[in-house]
C-alpha cells in the first residue's frame, strides 16, 4: 500500500501564501508526481504536475503564476508554494502520482489524507 503524506494546510487570508508538503516512499518518488484538490461540492481537479527530473512542472490556469511545485528527489519530497492565495483555492489537497506522459491524469491506486487549506475573505 503506497503511503502519501500531506501537510502544510492551515487557514490564511486572501493574499496570503502556505507551503504544502508531501512525502511518501521512495519506490512511489520514482514516478512523476501532482498536486490535486478537491472543494467541498465539486470533483477532485489537478493543480500541478512535475516528473520525476523536474524539469517539466504543468499547471492549471487557476493557479498559473501563483503556485510553483517543486521536488526533492534525495528526500522523497515534493512541495507546493502557494502565493497570493484566494477563497476559490480553498479545498483538500492531495499528491499523487501522476502518468509521465500527461502530468494532469493520476495514476490507479490509494489517495492519502490531504491536507486542508481555507482561504478566508
Known amino acids: 500500500q503506497v503511503h502519501l503524506v500531506e501537510s502544510g494546510g492551515g487557514v490564511v487570508q486572501t493574499g496570503g501564501s502556505l507551503r504544502l508538503s508531501c512525502v511518501t516512499d521512495g519506490y512511489t518518488f520514482q514516478s512523476a508526481m501532482g498536486w490535486f484538490r478537491r472543494a467541498p461540492g465539486k470533483e477532485r481537479e489537478f493543480v500541478a504536475g512535475i516528473n520525476w527530473s523536474g524539469q517539466s512542472i504543468s499547471y492549471a490556469d487557476s493557479v498559473k503564476g501563483r503556485f510553483t511545485m517543486a521536488r526533492d528527489n534525495g528526500f522523497n519530497t515534493m512541495y507546493l508554494q502557494m502565493n497570493r492565495l484566494r477563497p476559490d483555492d480553498t479545498a483538500v489537497y492531495y499528491c499523487?502520482?501522476?502518468?509521465?506522459?500527461?502530468?494532469?491524469?493520476?495514476?490507479?491506486?490509494?489517495w492519502g489524507q490531504g491536507t486542508q487549506v481555507t482561504v478566508s475573505s
Open positions: 499523487h502520482s501522476v502518468i509521465t506522459a500527461n502530468l494532469e491524469r493520476p495514476r490507479d491506486g490509494s
